[in-house]
C-alpha cells in the first residue's frame, strides 16, 4: 500500500528538463500525475523530449497535465494553439468552436506527449467582480456553460487527451481569488443547484472522468472549503451527483490553503473529502513532506487503507484511458500552431460591437489614432512579441498608417503634451484590461478627465466585458473577451472594414446590456 502512496500526488517539476533529485523522487514514490507550466516549456522538441523522459521514468508511468483552456490561460504562450477564451467561444453563438478549440488544442498537446488538460472551465461566471474567472468561463447562463463545455470536452475527447472540469463545485461567484486568499461564497442550496452545478451535471452526463475541487467556502453548504469538504464531495459530488471519476484538488500550494492549513490539516482534509489527487505544484519540500504525512498516517491506521484503495481504483480506471506517449526525438521538429487560420476565423466571429451610437466603425484608414492602454493586466496575454514592440502598436501598424499609443503614467495622470494628443487626433481608444467588471478610483479620475477633453471615444474592453457598464456614456464600445494575437487582430480587421462584427454578447451586463447584444 505505502508503495502506491505517490500515485495519489500531482507534482510540479522546477525547469526544463529532470534534475536528478526530481527523477530519483518521481521513480522511489511512484508518482502518478506531473503538471507542467510555462517554466517547463522552451521549444516544442525540448518539451517532447521532456514529456519522454517523464513517461519513461516508472513501470506505472506519470500522467502529464497542463494548464491549456485557451485564451488568458496557455502555457505554451503565442508558440502553442492559444485559441480565445472560453467566454470569446460562446460569443461566436456557435457551439461548433467550442468542440474545434478543444480539437485543436488536444492534437497539440497529443503530439507534444501530454495526457491531459485542466479543461472544459465549468464555473458559471454570476458575479461580474470575479477576479479570477471572468472570461475564462462561457458564460453567466449554466445552460451556455453546459453546452459549450461539452462540446470543449468532446473536441478534446476526440483526440484522446484526458479533459477535467473545474472548479467544483464552481469559483464563479466570488469577489477573491483562491490563489490569494480563501474566497466565500454566500449561495444557498438552491442557487448552486439551479446555477453552480448543472455543468458539471452534463458534463458526468457525457462521460468526463475528471474533475477539481475550488479552494472556496460556501458558508450555508458546508463548514469546510469546498476542497476539504466531504459534504460537497461526498453528499453532493459522488453521491447526489453520481461522478464515480478522479477527483483533484486544486493546487495545494496556493495562498488560500498556504497561509491557513498546515501539512497535517492539508492531509486530513483532502482525506476526509475523498479527493484522489493531491496536487503540489511548485515545492519539493512539501511535497515530501505530505507524501511522508500520508504514509505515516496509514501506517498508525489514522487513514484507512479502504480510503486509499478507493482513490487507487479510480486513478486506474483513469489511467486505462491514458496512451503511453513515449515519443522519443522526432526525425523533424514538430511545428505547432498548424490551424491557425482557424484560430483567427473563429476571435473574428468572438469580437462584439456592443455600441456605435456615432457611426465611427469602421474607421477611415487615413486617420490618425491615438491608443490609450489603461490597464495591462496580469491576466492579460503577454503584450510585447520577442523584439520588444508593443503589440498593440505592431499589430495596428498592418492596418493603420497613422497610429500612436502610449500608457498613462502613475495614477493614470495625463500630461500637457497627452492632452493636445488626445484633441487633436481623430480617433481615440481607451483599451482596457481590466479582469473584474469595475474600474478602480485611480481608472475612474482618468476617464473623467478624457471625457472632459474628448466624448467621441472609442473603448475597448480586452478581457471582461462587464466592465463595459462603466462606460456605457461612451458611444462606441467594443469587446474582445481577451488579448491573445488573434483576437488583437480580429479586433483590428473589424477597426479597419476586413471584418464585420459577428459576436454576441454571452452574459448581461446589469440592465444595460443584455445577452445577446451586439451591433
Not at 474566497?183 to 448552486?192: A, G, M, N, Q, T
Not at 493531491?278 to 479502504?306: C, F, W, Y
Not at 486513478?315 to 511545428?335: A, D, F, V
Not at 481623430?426 to 474600474?439: A, P, T
Request: with cysteine; hydrophobic share 40%; net charge positive.
Amino acid at each position: 500500500m505505502k508503495d502506491r502512496v505517490g500515485q495519489l500526488f500531482m507534482i510540479g517539476i522546477k525547469g526544463e528538463s529532470l534534475s536528478t533529485e526530481e527523477k530519483e523522487f518521481i521513480c522511489s514514490n511512484n508518482i502518478g500525475f506531473i503538471i507542467l507550466f510555462s517554466r517547463n516549456f522552451r521549444s516544442s522538441d525540448q518539451l517532447i523530449i521532456l514529456t519522454s523522459e517523464i513517461h519513461d521514468l516508472c513501470d506505472t508511468p506519470p500522467a502529464i497535465f497542463i494548464d491549456q483552456e485557451g485564451g488568458p490561460i496557455v502555457r505554451l504562450g503565442e508558440d502553442g494553439s492559444t485559441m480565445i477564451s472560453h467566454m470569446g467561444l460562446a460569443a461566436t453563438g456557435k457551439k461548433r468552436n467550442a468542440r474545434r478549440s478543444g480539437s485543436i488544442i488536444g492534437k497539440e498537446m497529443r503530439a507534444l506527449g501530454i495526457d491531459g488538460v485542466f479543461a472544459p472551465v465549468l464555473d458559471v461566471n454570476s458575479h461580474k467582480e470575479n477576479p479570477v474567472i471572468g472570461i475564462r468561463s462561457f458564460s453567466d447562463d449554466p445552460d451556455v456553460v453546459a453546452e459549450y463545455g461539452s462540446e470543449f470536452f468532446q473536441g478534446l475527447k476526440k483526440e484522446k487527451i484526458l479533459g477535467c472540469g473545474k472548479h467544483f463545485p464552481g469559483h464563479g461567484h466570488t469577489v477573491k481569488d483562491s490563489h490569494l486568499e480563501i474566497p466565500e461564497s454566500v449561495i444557498d442550496k438552491r442557487f448552486l443547484s439551479e446555477i453552480n452545478l448543472p455543468p458539471f451535471q452534463k458534463l458526468i452526463n457525457k462521460g468526463i472522468n475528471s474533475l477539481m475541487t475550488a479552494h472556496v467556502h460556501f458558508p450555508l453548504i458546508s463548514n469546510n472549503i469546498a476542497t476539504f469538504s466531504p459534504v460537497i464531495t461526498g453528499d453532493i459530488l459522488r453521491n447526489k451527483l453520481e461522478f464515480n471519476g478522479v477527483l483533484f484538488s486544486d493546487c495545494l500550494e496556493m495562498d488560500a490553503i498556504k497561509n491557513n492549513f498546515g501539512s497535517q490539516d492539508i492531509i486530513d482534509g483532502i482525506i476526509q473529502s475523498v479527493v484522489d489527487v493531491a496536487i503540489v505544484s511548485h515545492s519539493l519540500t512539501l511535497q515530501k513532506e505530505l507524501i511522508g504525512l500520508m504514509r505515516s498516517n496509514i501506517d498508525t491506521g489514522e487513514i484507512p487503507e479502504g480510503r486509499i484503495e478507493d482513490s487507487l481504483r479510480r486513478i486506474r480506471e483513469l489511467k486505462k484511458n491514458m496512451k503511453r506517449r513515449s515519443i522519443g526525438r522526432q526525425k523533424k521538429s514538430l511545428r505547432l500552431r498548424k490551424k491557425i487560420r482557424v484560430e483567427r476565423k473563429i476571435a473574428g466571429e468572438s469580437i462584439t460591437l456592443l455600441k456605435n451610437d456615432h457611426g465611427l466603425i469602421p474607421l477611415n484608414k487615413s486617420r490618425s489614432i491615438l491608443m490609450i492602454d489603461l490597464k495591462q493586466s496580469i491576466h492579460s496575454a503577454n503584450l510585447h512579441n520577442r523584439k520588444g514592440l508593443n503589440i498593440l502598436e505592431s499589430i495596428a501598424g498592418h492596418f493603420f498608417p497613422f497610429v500612436e499609443y502610449f500608457i498613462p503614467e502613475q495614477e493614470f495622470g495625463i500630461t500637457e503634451d497627452e492632452k493636445k494628443k488626445i484633441i487633436n487626433t481623430d480617433h481615440i481608444m481607451i483599451f482596457d484590461y481590466s479582469w473584474s467588471g469595475v474600474l478602480n478610483k485611480a481608472q475612474k479620475s482618468f476617464m473623467e478627465n478624457i471625457f472632459n477633453l474628448r466624448k467621441d471615444m472609442i473603448i475597448i474592453c480586452a478581457n471582461s466585458p462587464y466592465v463595459a457598464d462603466d462606460y456605457d456614456s461612451a458611444g462606441t464600445i467594443i469587446l474582445t473577451y481577451g488579448s491573445r494575437n488573434v483576437q488583437i487582430e480580429a479586433l483590428f480587421s473589424i477597426l479597419s472594414g476586413g471584418l464585420k462584427p459577428k459576436g454576441k454578447l454571452p452574459v448581461k451586463i446589469s440592465g444595460k446590456f443584455p445577452s445577446g447584444s451586439g451591433v
